[in-house]
């Protein structure tokens, strides 16, 4: 069929039966927007700035599983999308970047919105494309949607010249891909995991450590079932909160530099590390050299780049999580007696009831660890969160009771402040039956505050409740710790009125400055059904706690102290 | 960590970009390139790429495993027990001594590749030590321009 390029775009989005994109028109992409206007197969959501365009297809991907489409112009639309495509490239989410070029007549010559874009995006997506002449468009497409989404999943960026989109040629999306070069191992090398669950079965006090790859392939289910037949005690990482159930027995905590006591601990103590999609992340692992040090390691990882990268690992396999847990569980039925963990099990628990994640409750103010727990309280498994970066993240990631896989979504790699309130309009947009809330900051929120634009336009009511200590918390957290209390540049006691911001917009907006008060603006705006912001005034100095301070040992924790004296 | 010196072979797609690709691996991670060697691989798609560098062993294993991922890459080779050549072009004023010249170019694999009206050009080839060996020794010539050509490997 001989078209347009432009009209190649669309039909290769309708043909991976993509029905959202996210995105921001421009000069160099009108071509694409002008064939946008003539379908009705799948909806544009426009976004007020394309940053928040690539952080609501993210959103949009994670709570979905599926692809995330978006849509920019060249020049500064691209540039100001970047801080996107990274975040996605640091939380391996598969997505698909189309962005407007100037006309290839033009490349080099600093003409009107002109950026080398494929120069920039190539250290932060997993593959890239300067399309030069649209017979290679059906391909192209086809490749970047089948690189994004299989393997160790990311963005991919295609840049396509306006002339381009404009070039009539021959299109065939019926193709299969053929790349040589790329073919990702999903099966797992069936010794090397024989030989690991022989080390599960010889091991005392074995730990699950499970990433943030569980979730990207989907075996969240495979995982609870092994970790239930086998009776060994899991910690998650951030990443990977909502793989077990927050009221699994086996599940100690999130571990890191604010996980838990009992995680840290364990960590800690453990003899086998089983590494499922984890990473090793310095934020996870504190000083390496202390790190899991008595123990050996099995490491299950689609991405062999990823395996033995900061800890060696003793048993390294090559694949899917779901494929090798399956295979695993296989295995442990007749090679694995569950009771042989019990007496680490309770050495785990030990831990926990002698410094269990907790707070201390003050009179004159909210806790922010309580409006979390509370919105757990009256949400639970009907709610979708998200978070912007900093104090409200960890606390999100602590005292939330995630009962699912794609429950938590959050910028873990990259930390983008300005991450939640775009992802979770793309949440809301995935899974329109459940509440989309986004915890965030006064300090994240001004982020990427004109979206709240696009959720009154689009009706895709999302819940940003502001944890509203007037500091950057998190920043101000460490300069009190580490850098002897001088707050340089991070008190926001500055602040517009977010209520009248809300309403300007056409949402809804509730100050709160009591429990009670934040109960009712919950159920107000939940049952209004626009988008809202609800502003609650927490505790002004509260820390972020345990704290492994940075390249400290994840055993060396600032713990709570108990204000009963 | 002790760095040492390390060649490393790539096989790649013949397309655009795919170069810059590879190289900023290394200079994201503040490596530099010692030398870098490219050409196409007859009757295929793909090039050879020679890169010697140097490191830590955890960096160049890691920098190797990057570079597998990259999607145009087919093989990578960190070499271990391989053969290693380098070519280098030397240029002389004609008034120094030729036949000294050549006898010591034959020394490494060469001979003088062309004699013009004010200079002669020599050509050499061989492990890219003892081209060093043979650039030292060649000093008290007057070279007036070296080229070399940056180190080609082959596993054994």
Redesign the interface.
Known sequence: MQISGAQMVIEALIAENVDTVFGYPGGAIMNVYDEIYKQDSFKHILTRHEQAALHAAEGYSKASGKVGVAMITSGPGFTNAVTGIADAYMDSIPMVVISGQVPMSLIGTDAFQEIDAVGISRSCTKHNYLVTDANDLARVLKEAFYIASTGRPGPVHVDIPKDVTAQIAEFDYSKPVSLETYKPNTKGNTRQIKKAVEAISKAKRPLFYLGGGVINSNASKEVREFVKMTGIPAVETFMARGTLSYDDPLLISMLGMHGSYAANMAMSETDLVIALGARFDDRVTGKLSEFAKNADVIHVDIDPASISKLVNANFPIVGDIKVVVNAMIELAKSMLNPNNYKSWVDTVNNFDKLHPLSYNEDTESIKPQWVVERIGEILGDSANITTDVGQHQMWSAQFYPFTRARQFISSGGLGTMGFGFPAAIGVKRADMERVSINITGDGSILMNIQELMTAVEKKLPVINVILNNNFLGMVRQWQTLFYDKRHSETDLSVQPDFVKVAESFGGVGYRVSTKEEFDKALKDAIEKNVVAIIDVKVHRMENVLPMVPAGGSLFNMMLLENKEK | MENERRVVSVI??NE??VL??IT?LFS?RGYNIESLTVAPIPDSKYSRLTIVTAGSVRVIE?IT??L???????RVYDHVDFVEKEMALIKFPISESITDIDILCQAYNGKIVNVGADMVVAMVADEPKRIDNFLKAISRFNPKEIVRGGAVALER
């Open positions: 790649v797609v655009a970009s810059s690709r900023d994201g890691q495993k990057q597998h991922k990259l999607i145009p890459i087919l």
